[in-house]
């Protein structure tokens, strides 16, 4: 397949020139041209007013899969200790979702001790069944182990979907198994659906620093995996008392070796936990130097709140980074989000765009961070919250 | 020892302007760059060749332009790069990018430590780390944030996992994914930059790094861009402007209201 621009039908309107995100088309000779940087993601076809943007030659086709054997929606139920993680919850949520278009059952896939608290739990939220494999040793992440038990799981029991939740854990292991079972993995989706002619799942990811979305399938390949953005999508809610089936597979009998051993852990000082914060007040470029946190942090503890950053104000090196909200940090979504001196570059609402109540606090009427706010204050962030600070240790 | 440092060319995506009236982005001027947390896997190289002694050589996939993220790394003191570049690995996805990175690694032969930098910052998958490991058959240590020592035949390091940290032991060879905390990447030198200038860059097709023609470009990609738009951003709020004074009592009650003052 290649993209080619017609030269009778272009007129150099330079409309595709700012709709390529990689920056592929050149005008020449007041014709658009595309240069080798072509991903061939189509993008520019659909914009272009005089349709002179062609798709040339098919894409090969080729399955050499029984897609129809693959049946089933699997989600990586991650644990920690023992317990299942809120994550766990997100992935059936969405799972659950995708099975009223895909009619398929729901599955839970856990790696850990106590394997049928797990699976009760999951039952008890909506999961048809939960497939463990129950070790001690794997309330541990270890890389190979874990690829090497997903990869013969999804052998053995063929899944139409495998999901993960973004976490550092799912980034590193569910892309090897993917690589292994030489299939397609989507990373950091926002959101999932079930297309629902070709019922095909539809991966919705942001990209480009989020300043775009993309819609992204795996047509040929099972299963279709994708890893799913921490707090990007809703948790299942208790259901009442339901049954399930656990199906069990001996952990001795996958024969896992880890090529890589652990020798010691760490535990970091109790860090912030910003997602699972229900107040977040964010400090960004506009507070000029680190020791100017402080007024932040007073606000933030006044109010209950933890402490928040942009990617500026880390880069800066005022705050370390477990504190950076947006698409390189974390996406939060808590109740009351209060960003103080943050412009609102779009890798930062990425971030925090869908939090529950947004006030903003900055001088410059035009910052982009207004676009999202709920309640927009503009005013210099030195004069309103000390001010704010008084009026609240007073009252 | 060789070390082998897998480096992109990225748009420099924070950059990106949004035309008001068309809401287009503005692309025009918008510089490309080397994918920002790369500087710290080319430093890493550069700090273990220094600890540790061997070669470093950086590689990127990319179209002839990403020529010029590995004359960076040369200036940067990068010993040798090779650019892998043919239209037949257009539209590449995270599977087929990784396996032509395996075959250009494969074919420079005899490495010890492969290191990436955790994502780029255009996709930000972090997936290709992982994936190339696999196509490798070696082991992958993810969010590397120290490395301790490198011996004969071992690596011992340490790495963020969400709420801990690892220390971990692994055989070489091994592929790291590193984290900003691993280092403070170092500003090229004029003797580099004289270096990076002159430096043979070898481009290598497909034909030069081989392999099997279905694993590459969009045929040996399972996903598939179906799709591409802006994201809607729009809340229907209201913005005061004000007295500090004012503003601050706003904000009180606002508080107030929410129930949190």
Redesign the interface.
């Known amino acids: 397949m290649e993209i080619k621009v017609n030269k009778e039908k272009c007129t150099g309107c330079k409309i595709c020139v700012d709709v390529c995100p990689s920056g592929a088309i050149e005008i020449q000779n007041e014709k658009a041209y595309i240069n080798e940087k072509c991903t061939l993601c189509k993008l520019c076809v659909s914009e272009c007013p005089v349709n002179a943007i062609e798709v040339i030659g098919e894409e090969k086709k080729v399955s050499t899969l029984d897609l129809s054997k693959y049946k089933g929606i699997w989600f990586f139920a991650e644990q920690k200790k023992g317990k299942l993680s809120h994550v766990a919850y997100e992935l059936l949520g969405i799972s659950l979702k995708l099975a009223r278009t895909l009619e398929e059952e729901v599955c839970g896939v856990y790696f850990g001790s106590k394997g049928e608290d797990a699976a009760k739990e999951l039952f008890g939220r909506g999961a048809d069944k939960v497939y463990v494999v129950e070790d001690t040793s794997l309330d541990e992440f270890r890389q190979d182990i874990y690829v090497c038990l997903m990869t013969e799981l999804v052998k053995k029991y063929k899944p139409n979907i495998v999901l993960a939740s973004a976490t550092m854990i799912g980034r590193s292991f569910l892309p090897q198994t993917a690589a292994r079972l030489k299939t397609g993995l989507t990373a950091d989706c926002t959101d999932l659906a079930i297309d629902p002619e070709t019922k095909l799942l539809q991966q919705i990811r942001p990209t480009y620093g989020g300043n775009l979305m993309a819609k992204i399938i795996c047509e040929n390949h099972r299963p279709q995996m994708a890893t799913i953005r921490p707090k990007a999508v809703e948790e299942a809610k208790p259901v009442g008392n339901r049954n399930g089936t656990i199906v069990r597979d001996d952990f001795t009998s996958f024969n896992a070796t880890c090529r890589v051993d652990l020798i010691s852990k760490q535990e970091v000082e109790q860090t912030i936990d910003l997602q699972e914060a229900e107040i977040i007040v964010s400090g960004g470029r506009g507070l000029g130097d680190g020791k100017n946190f402080d007024m932040i942090r007073k606000l933030a503890k006044l109010i209950g709140g933890a402490v928040g950053s942009s990617r500026a104000a880390v880069d800066a090196g005022w705050i370390p980074y477990p504190h950076q909200v947006g698409q390189t940090g974390k996406t939060v979504k808590p109740k009351i989000y209060i960003a103080c001196g943050i412009s609102g570059a779009i890798q930062h609402l990425a971030g925090m765009s869908t939090s529950d109540y947004i006030i903003a606090i900055n001088k410059d009427p035009n910052a982009p961070i207004f676009k999202v706010a709920n309640l927009g204050i503009v005013g210099d962030i030195f004069e309103v919250i000390p001010k704010l600070i008084q009026k609240l240790e007073s009252k | 020892m060789k070390y082998i440092v897998c480096i992109k060319q990225v748009?420099d995506?924070?950059d990106?302007k949004?035309?008001p009236e068309?809401k287009?982005?503005?692309?025009?001027g918008?510089p490309?760059i080397m994918n920002p947390y790369d500087y710290y896997a080319v430093e890493e190289a550069l700090r273990l060749k220094e600890r540790f002694g061997g070669t470093t050589i950086a590689i990127s996939m990319?179209?002839?332009?990403a020529e010029a993220v590995l004359r960076e790394s040369i200036s940067l003191g990068i010993d040798e790069a090779y650019l892998l570049?043919d239209?037949a690995f257009?539209?590449s996805?995270?599977?087929a990018t990784?396996y032509t990175l395996s075959q250009a690694i494969k074919k420079i032969g005899d490495f010890s430590i492969i290191l990436c930098g955790r994502?780029a910052?255009?996709?930000?998958?972090?997936?290709?780390?992982?994936?190339l490991?696999?196509?490798l058959e070696i082991?992958?240590?993810?969010?590397v944030s120290k490395i301790i020592n490198v011996a004969e035949n071992q690596m011992?390091c340490?790495r963020?996992?969400?709420?801990?940290?690892?220390?971990?032991?692994?055989?070489l060879p091994?592929l790291i994914t590193v984290i900003?905390?691993i280092n403070e990447p170092r500003l090229p030198s004029l003797k580099g930059m004289l270096k990076a200038k002159k430096a043979q860059i070898p481009t290598w097709t497909k034909q030069d790094i081989g392999g099997n023609d279905?694993q590459f470009g969009?045929?040996g990609?399972?996903?598939?861009?179906?799709?591409?738009?802006?994201?809607e951003?729009?809340?229907e709020?209201?913005?005061?402007?004000?007295e500090?004074?004012e503003?601050?009592?706003?904000?009180?009650q606002?508080?107030k209201k929410?129930g949190?003052?």
């Open positions: 748009p995506t924070m990106v949004v035309d068309t287009r982005i503005v692309r025009e918008v490309s990319g179209p002839p332009q570049s239209r257009a539209g996805d995270t599977l990784s994502e910052m255009d996709g930000s998958t972090g997936q290709v780390g992982p994936e490991a696999e196509h082991p992958v240590i993810t969010y011992e340490v963020l996992l969400e709420d801990h940290y690892e220390t971990l032991k692994s055989p091994v900003k905390e279905a969009q045929d990609s399972p996903t598939k861009v179906v799709e591409i738009w802006r994201p951003i729009k809340k709020g209201k913005i005061v402007t004000g500090p004074d503003l601050a009592e706003i904000l009180f606002e508080l929410l949190v003052a």
